[in-house]
């Protein structure tokens, strides 16, 4: 676990390159507005998940909403997976799609310890939050969508979360370290696998897990 704990932090003069991302956009507002204080998903998306708890529950059972929410939770480490795979790591070699994608992902693996570039920017999150939500409701209906979606976002929300703990902190307990380990792997090693970061059991499942690939060497 050695390992994973020095990966970042190699130098002085390294972990600076690895903090400082340089400015997204010409626009002062427009960078401001890709800088996110960690304490700002929890301020948006902790409220969401009560009252999609309160919704359900004003016609469901505490079990059935927990239910829910767990089935909330399992879509969301799914969509975390896919989406990081898929669109995080989708790469063009030039013009507009290489532009984009440094903005949407690469310029967190250029500056992974940039603090206020580790969650995503409310200009993102809450209208990709509310098209999941739509989307949820179209499909489930009032009955079981704010419940799925209580679990969906309270699932992102602890994405978020985790993401930041591992880049910023030294987990002591087991969990801890094997979630950040894993993370380090994808950023310093090898970034075509380890692409769950609070559910790394998906890597397992579909073969895409630094571990595996260390272990067969």
Same mark, same amino acid.
């Given at each position: %676990?050695?390992?994973?704990?020095? %990966? ?23 960078? @401001? ?16 998940v009560?009252?999609?708890? @309160? ?11 927990v ?13 975390? *997976? ?14 507009i799609?290489?532009r984009?994608?440094? !903005? !949407? ?9 940039d603090?206020?570039?580790l969650?995503?920017?409310?200009a @993102?999150? %809450?209208?990709?939050?509310?098209? @999941?939500?739509?989307?949820? *409701? ?13 679990g969906?976002f309270?699932? *992102?929300?602890? *994405? ?23 993370? %380090? ?16 059991y ?16």
């Amino acid at each position: %676990m050695a390992w994973a704990e020095d %990966m970042s932090d190699s130098s002085a003069n390294r972990t600076d390159v690895l903090r400082a991302s340089p400015p997204m956009f010409e626009s002062k507002l427009l960078d @401001v507005l890709s800088r996110v204080h960690p304490a700002v998903p929890v301020l948006i998306f902790a409220p969401s998940v009560l009252v999609l708890a @309160v919704w359900e529950l004003s016609s469901a059972t505490a079990a059935g909403t927990v239910g829910l929410a767990i089935g909330g939770y399992a879509l969301w480490t799914l969509f975390e *997976y896919w989406l990081h795979r898929i669109v995080f790591h989708f790469e063009p070699q030039d013009g507009i799609g290489a532009r984009l994608h440094w !903005i !949407i992902h690469g310029v967190h693996h250029d500056h992974p310890n940039d603090p206020l570039r580790l969650v995503m920017p409310p200009a @993102v999150s %809450m209208p990709l939050g509310a098209i @999941v939500f739509g989307v949820l *409701y179209v499909i489930f209906g009032e009955r079981y969508a704010p419940g799925l979606g209580a679990g969906f976002f309270a699932g *992102y929300l602890a *994405y978020d979360m985790i993401h930041y703990y591992v880049h910023h902190f030294r987990p002591r307990g087991p969990l801890g370290r094997m979630l950040r380990e894993r993370h %380090m792997r994808h950023h310093f090693q090898d970034d075509t696998r380890g692409f769950g970061i609070s559910a790394p059991y998906w890597d397992e499942v579909f073969r895409t897990s630094s571990r595996t690939k260390q272990s067969s060497q």
